[in-house]
């Protein structure tokens, strides 16, 4: 696949294979011992913490973004361009960038584009995989049958190729559309998973058993099928928050994403290519805090995925 | 074994029509004037467009255009660009560079991200499975363009081990660098598969046998676990194949190698839209064609497939 | 089938725990019993008893850890298997000792053909070559009786019936004659009349190689049709030990006499069966002095606190381990 984000797709190919879901226990019970079990062991890793605690300072940059700035450096907005490109100094961590601002300010100002991209474009696209994947899975037919194409349609288009192509010709470039790229791009992942874990579910005996006293369909599936097929999606879902903000950065990076004079990391990356040899700080910062922020994800949605697989007991 | 190889082929061909109709849909159909969004920011006098227009039959109905485009595809035209140049000349010298590339990429990935995940996967919870657990995850956190000037900085400028851009060396030497960073992500992420894929093979019930066999550990990880292992690996392997071909954008860019990425990367910074489309359909066409591939080699593999 | 003079396999006071971050688990906690030349031994338990663990642990197929071997012997003609290094251990496997598992369809490699890996055998401890491998292999099969055998050498299991999967399993742990085999569940995942097939083939290869079959099972009916001798095993040790008759008419120990009583038997008709109340322990778990007393209708105070010791009922071997062993043989059955 293309060099640069494929962590969504890989992702779900990796939690394709998720456990058999216990079909022995009823869900409520099965929720507490596993959901506790979970906890339990989540909360005893160390890289887990830290990818809290960096995630955590990465949301508060990006709601307050001023408090930090003036918090940390000195100059916040002011810009001088006889300090551009300048290196780190006493009053300012980061340096400057092309432009003579104080780059720690702009860095964490990107914070926030890249946060909220993940987020939403992960939320739309949970909610289609759940509202599809539930249909499709429970219902079959020529439902699934159509779904299916259309998402392998979709998942013969590259990521970064087919985003491209839209954005090439997309009038618009503001961050509204690059979420609605991403998710058009995106929803199949979630949805196939979703999916499956539906279909293995339906037949499960306590379904069976509740369709017999007469519940509606409507009941069954919120009820008694989403709640234990969701959890593997829930796992794709943190992994794929990671990937979408690389893929989104990407995007910026290349050009057909965010524009100028909007702020965010992969713009800063852009800008930062010529100068990457004379003035590497330029290259650094930004790529910390993205790495840092894609990390975190990652690392969580795999202790996610570690403590909520039963066969790993 | 024919059969599964005939419902394959019928399986593919609707994704390959799907999949070139949503390009064509997705830059001719959206809404605003595709002519003027396809020339991007460059004014275009008024007889051009409606000489483009009636190139690109815009003023028929849909399934017209799109048959159109489809038999064009079909006789290897590309489409042209604004200046009348056909996309599958321009491209023509540049597919034998990032073919180099890709294969020099997909080869680093097989053997390095297999020899670490088997490696890993036989030490696992020992302290150097927590390092290549960690070091995979770093690389798969890390964009590639990071990794990219990182590698270049360190290994081209300051280390002076291999060349920094640029094809001069020729094959392999000028590829190294530019096919490792290439391949770092895919990498990473065999050599996790490969590792979790040997864990739960080690652990299934056909070891335990033969290990009541009397065979020695090493038989029964080489004859009875790699095998059952390798299969979802290899399945990945295939479609990076054509994956990896189908998107070296960055690695050309920064590695100044004149394959089709860096065409497509000149393209997009330039606003040039049909040769944007037509190197996008190229690609995404190649990489259908491996998956279809790696199906067929999937079912040669797994005996249980082909019997399906 | 009067003992042979000399055991086959004596396993003697075996004790196997696993440690995990939650604490430490009971496995099997005391288990012995003797196997002699010929004969078939049905150990006898419910899920959870730790007749799997004891199997794999002389067989030397625990992993160590989590698992360890606290204590005891198991003597394969003398050699003490869980004493020898495990590179003899391993010589021992598939050539004096073999086992044959409960699930043929993941017991066997999926992606290799069944002559592949009955050939292996051959192979790898007779150094034959791949086509006299794969002939004996064809034999093999033909003994266990696949149908069309030379023809299926190249099938996939997967493409096998469960019963013949079975089957293949059997020749593949017959495949070097050993002395002793092991049969962890053998028919559980079959049909009730592929089971009679299964054991009557077992029986059948058994009288003409002389082999020592340690049946592991918890089907008292197949245990009535197969065994000799029968060791009862109850939440990690052994309970009671007598030969099969013996057992069956004059059980000496609660415990059996409670899983005799719950089941249907022919020469009972109109009498209402008597489940065993409360449930088998834990391993984590387990009760004080006799493991069984919380739910034995004869335990007295004692029962909780002095474990009982073996009580010899007959001189022709059958001993149990209750305090109230005499009383329990003695009294009516039915």
Request: hydrophobic share 50%; glycine share 8%; net charge neutral.
């Amino acid at each position: 696949m293309t060099d640069t984000t494929r962590a969504p797709e890989a992702a779900g190919e990796a939690a394709e294979h998720p456990a058999p879901p216990d079909t022995v226990r009823p869900p409520s019970q099965e929720r507490a011992s596993l959901g506790k079990d979970a906890w339990l062991e989540l909360r005893a890793r160390p890289t887990v913490w830290a990818a809290v605690v960096t995630l955590f300072l990465m949301t508060a940059m990006a709601l307050a973004p001023g408090i930090l700035t003036s918090l940390l450096t000195e100059g916040g907005d002011h810009c001088d361009l006889a300090d551009s490109k300048l290196g780190p100094s006493a009053g300012h961590p980061f340096g400057f960038d092309l432009q003579g601002c104080d780059y720690l300010a702009q860095v964490i100002r990107g914070t926030r584009p890249s946060l909220i991209a993940g987020l939403a474009v992960t939320a739309a696209s949970l909610l289609i995989a759940v509202v599809l994947g539930l249909l499709c899975g429970f219902y079959g037919g020529w439902l699934d049958a159509l779904v299916s194409r259309v998402t392998d349609v979709f998942f013969g288009l590259p990521f970064v190729l087919g985003a491209t192509v839209i954005l090439v010709a997309f009038p618009d470039h503001g961050l509204g559309a690059m979420i609605l790229v991403l998710t058009v791009l995106g929803w199949t992942t979630m949805t196939r998973i979703m999916r499956s874990q539906v279909i293995a579910l339906a037949d499960a005996d306590y379904v069976r058993a509740a369709r017999m006293l007469g519940a509606r369909p409507a009941r069954l599936m919120v009820r008694h099928i989403l709640p234990n097929a969701i959890t593997p999606v829930i796992v794709v879902a943190m992994l794929n928050v990671g990937a979408v903000i690389s893929g989104e950065a990407t995007l910026d990076f290349l050009g057909v994403g965010l524009q100028y004079p909007e702020v965010s990391w992969g713009l800063q990356l852009n800008a930062a290519q010529a100068f990457v040899l004379d003035h590497p700080h330029l290259l650094f910062f930004p790529a910390l805090f993205l790495s840092a922020t894609v990390l975190s994800f990652i690392l969580l949605g795999d202790a996610a995925r570690d403590a909520f697989d039963p066969r790993l007991k | 074994m024919w059969r599964f190889v005939a419902r394959r082929l019928l399986h593919a061909l609707p994704v390959l029509l799907g999949t070139t109709f949503l390009i064509y849909t997705l830059v001719f159909v959206l809404p605003g004037d595709p002519i003027q969004g396809l020339a991007g920011d460059k004014p275009v006098p008024p007889a051009v467009l409606a000489e483009l227009r009636a190139r690109y039959h815009l003023d028929d109905p849909l399934w017209i255009q799109y048959t159109h485009y489809l038999t064009g595809l079909l006789t290897g035209d590309l489409g042209t660009t604004f200046t009348g140049r056909r996309v599958s000349d321009l491209l023509a010298d540049r597919w034998v560079v990032t073919l180099q590339l890709g294969l020099t990429a997909w080869v680093l990935e097989v053997i390095l991200g297999m020899a670490l995940g088997v490696w890993a996967g036989l030490r696992k919870g020992k302290w150097d499975d927590s390092v290549v657990l960690f070091g995979t995850t770093l690389v798969i956190s890390v964009p590639v363009f990071v990794v990219g000037y990182m590698a270049q900085l360190v290994f081209g400028v300051q280390l002076g081990w291999l060349p920094v851009a640029g094809t001069e060396e020729g094959w392999p030497f000028a590829f190294l660098l530019p096919g490792l960073v290439l391949a770092s992500f895919g990498l990473a992420y065999v050599a996790r598969l490969t590792r979790s894929s040997l864990i739960e093979n080690l652990r299934a019930d056909y070891v335990r046998t033969a290990h009541s066999k009397g065979l020695s550990r090493r038989r029964v990880v080489v004859r009875h676990t790699l095998r059952n292992s390798l299969i979802p690996v290899v399945t990945f392997l295939g479609l990076e194949l054509g994956g990896l071909m189908a998107g070296a954008i960055v690695t050309e860019y920064i590695f100044n190698l004149p394959g089709v990425g860096q065409q497509l990367f000149q393209s997009i910074q330039l606003r040039e839209g049909p040769v944007v489309v037509g190197t996008t359909t190229a690609l995404v066409l190649i990489f259908l064609l491996a998956n279809l591939l790696v199906d067929l080699l999937y079912g040669l593999l797994d005996p249980r497939i082909r019997h399906d | 089938m009067s003992p042979a003079a000399h055991p086959l396999l004596e396993v003697e006071d075996l004790c196997v725990e696993f440690r995990t971050r939650r604490g430490t688990i009971q496995a099997v906690n005391g288990l012995s019993y003797t196997l002699h030349e010929g004969e078939t031994l049905a150990l006898l338990g419910e899920s959870g008893s730790g007749k799997s663990v004891a199997a794999q642990a002389v067989m030397g197929l625990l992993d160590t850890p989590p698992a360890h071997i606290t204590r005891g012997a198991a003597r394969l003609r003398g050699d003490d298997l869980l004493a020898m290094s495990p590179e003899r251990h391993r010589e021992v496997r598939g050539t004096r000792l073999s086992m044959i598992f409960q699930d043929a369809l993941t017991a066997l490699n999926p992606v290799l053909s069944v002559g592949d890996q009955l050939a292996e055998m051959y192979r790898v401890h007779q150094g034959m070559g791949r086509k006299a491998a794969l002939a004996r292999a064809v034999a093999l099969m033909d003994r266990v009786r696949i149908p069309a055998a030379s023809r299926r050498i190249h099938d996939y299991p997967h493409q096998f019936s469960g019963g013949m999967r079975q089957r293949v399993m059997i020749a593949m742990a017959l495949a070097l004659d050993p002395e002793v085999v092991i049969a962890d569940e053998p028919t559980t995942a079959l049909d009730v009349t592929v089971q009679a097939q299964i054991m009557r083939l077992l029986k059948q290869l058994q009288s003409e190689t002389r082999m020592g079959l340690l049946l592991i099972t918890h089907d008292l009916g197949v245990v009535a049709e197969a065994a000799d001798r029968i060791t009862v095993m109850y939440a990690g040790r052994t309970v009671e030990s007598a030969s099969a008759d013996d057992l069956y008419a004059r059980p000496g120990h609660p415990y059996t006499r409670g899983l005799l009583d719950s089941v249907p038997r022919l020469d009972r008709l109109g009498k209402p069966l008597v489940p065993i109340t409360g449930a088998p322990p834990l391993p984590s778990s387990i009760p004080a002095g006799c493991a069984f007393h919380p739910r034995c209708p004869r335990a007295e105070p004692r029962c909780g606190s002095e474990a009982p010791p073996f009580r010899t009922l007959s001189p022709a071997g059958h001993r149990s381990a209750c305090h109230f062993a005499e009383e329990v043989h003695h009294a009516p059955v039915g």
